[in-house]
T-cell receptor
Framework: AQRVTQPEKLLSVFKGAPVELKCNYS??????LFWYVQYSRQRLQLLLR??SRESIKGFTADLNKGETSFHLKKPFAQEEDSAMYYC??????????????FGQGTILTVHP | NAGVTQTPKFRVLKTGQSMTLLCAQD?????MYWYRQDPGMGLRLIHY???????AKGEVPDGYNVSRLKKQNFLLGLESAAPSQTSVYFC????????????FGPGTRLTVT
């Protein structure tokens, strides 16, 4: 069974400080990993996906298959980064149908 | 282009009552999903559909039924609501599965008393 764990329910940092949101997963095959974000009063939206290897809003995430992790990082946090962040996993291959398994979520608060 | 819309936004039910949540998307997406969001548990998949006329069970399907009679609509039904179904329900759609982005609706907050 696939599983996603976000060990931190709450994370607080000050503006300009580095931030790392942890995500560990359990999956027997080759997973697709995502970070979704939900800003206050907005919809849940995709932040980035590992397959794209892109940086969005200064955030990056590297898939570490050895440690089964997909931590989200940003070198200098901004107040507008305050949100709920979800790590999510989809099983690779055609039979997964894009079904997502979400972690419990981490609420990031960036203080001025 | 409204994206994914959900009706209603809020609802209060008494135990045993029934209701249907409507999800509509105007992006011509094949895949649609229903999730529930509970504190400390993230989002969990209830049911999903890979095309018009098809539905399948997700992680937590008990107590819910779904229908996808039209490609743009995905209905979630509660036949006999229970307090354990108090949650925020999100609908999502994607062009295909796998690494394709899922687009989420605004959510429906349901309280069962």
């Amino acid at each position: 069974a696939q599983r996603v764990t976000q060990p931190e329910k709450l994370l607080s940092v000050f503006k300009g400080a580095p931030v790392e949101l942890k995500c560990n997963y359990s999956y027997s095959g080759s997973p697709e990993l995502f970070w979704y974000v939900q800003y206050s009063r907005q919809r849940l939206q995709l932040l980035l996906r590992h397959i794209s290897r892109e940086s969005i809003k200064g955030f990056t995430a590297d898939l570490n298959k050895g440690e089964t992790s997909f931590h989200l990082k940003k070198p200098f946090a901004q107040e507008e980064d305050s949100a709920m962040y979800y790590c999510a996993l989809s099983g690779g291959g055609g039979t997964s149908y894009g079904k997502l398994t979400f972690g419990q979520g981490t609420i990031l608060t960036v203080h001025p | 282009n409204a994206g994914v819309t959900q009706t209603p936004k809020f609802r209060v039910l008494k135990t045993g009552q029934s209701m249907t949540l409507l999800c509509a998307q105007d992006m011509n997406h094949e895949y649609m999903y229903w999730y529930r969001q509970d504190p400390g548990m993230g989002l969990r998949l209830i049911h999903y559909s890979v095309g018009e006329g098809t539905t399948a069970k997700g992680e937590v399907p008990d107590g819910y039924n779904v229908s996808r009679l039209k490609k743009q609509n995905f209905l979630l039904g509660l036949e006999s609501a229970a307090p354990s179904q108090t949650s925020v329900y999100f609908c999502a759609s994607s062009g295909k599965g796998g690494s394709y982005e899922q687009y989420f609706g605004p959510g429906t907050r349901l309280t069962v008393t």
